[in-house]
């Protein structure tokens, strides 16, 4: 049994297409078919199968109408958020996400049953059980548009930490575009004319938005001869080789962690920065690190993202201060910090 694959799913068609009564749905939706022990294991699996197939996702308004509003907010995270390697990306959004949550009074879900197929999680997987909180905080760098826009048309409460590009998402971003587009006039006011740019093999709107801020400034200054490389996963001696074969006298990285293989192999190298080779990052390492370099670097406002995140979802999830639709989609400034490691080119007759 199938249902339309655009039609909107409610309780009441869930109930005709499992042919049961809406009561029944309610009952399996909300944990109380067991317990109450009327509905038979039969009639259970079949409101289940439905609600499987159609991917229906209990629509929280209809709960808060209902009495249910439990102020428990969901968090959905597209990549795992605790490994090493994402921590400087999650630990400060979720610090955020965390103060501001207990000054509103509402508990935190975070949600884990969807399990990492390449990387990746999957909002509308079988395990998806987003009708638990009463709305959702959506994390990662990279999202589906095709989900994003499958819970705007679903009218699921929910914000986006990051810009996105699809119409109607409501998100809390960065506004990668000027900061970057500061510290790339930094580099040319320096004196800088040879440009090399490390980014992040990514088409998330963020590396887009860094990189759109970069061009434009270089365009400005007349400036086309620009090396773009994505960075090789761990393979730093290939960037670096990269790097070296190009001969900048700035180096722009997307990363904080690439930035710090990059500063290493440069020092092995007896490249000396800034004096033989200025680098700038596009981010801000969240953690203390053993290499405390003071990069001249792109600070985002990542536990401001997570705390603002949560205030546009308590207010869409509001019935008397909804945000308009300019007010569901904000960028906060991105802090640039001067550091040590920007300075003027080296003489043009030396080459790294």
Known sequence: MTSPTHEKMTQRRVAELAGVSQATVSLVLNGKADAASRIPEETRNRVLEIIEKTTYVADPAARRLAGMGNKILGVFTYEPAFPNETADFYTPLLTGIEARSEELGCDLLLFTSAPVENGRRQIF????????????????????????????????????????????VPYVGADYVSGTAELTRAAL????????????????????????????????????????????????LADWKAITTADPTVLFIEAPRHALEIYELARQAGVRVPSDLSIVVLGEPSRPSAQAIDFTRLSPPRTE??????????????????????????????????????????????HL
Do not use: W
């Open 125 to 168: 997987h079988g395990n998806n059980r987003l009708g638990l909180a009463d709305g959702c905080l959506l994390l990662g760098l990279e999202m589906d548009a095709a989900e994003l826009s499958r819970l705007v048309d679903n009218n699921f409460p929910f914000v986006a930490v990051g810009r996105r590009d699809v119409p109607g």
């Open 189 to 236: 006011a320096a004196g800088h004319e040879r440009f090399f740019y490390l980014h992040v093999d990514s088409a998330a709107e963020s590396v887009a938005d860094r990189q759109l801020g970069f061009h434009t400034e270089l365009q400005k200054a007349g400036i086309e001869s620009v090396q773009l490389r994505a960075c090789t996963g761990d393979d730093y």
């Open 305 to 350: 993202l997570g705390a603002e995140a949560v205030t546009l979802l308590r207010r869409i999830l509001s019935s008397d201060d909804a945000p308009s639709e300019s007010e569901s989609r904000i960028l906060l400034d991105c802090v640039v910090e001067s550091g040590t490691t920007l300075a003027p080119p080296r003489n043009e007759g030396k």
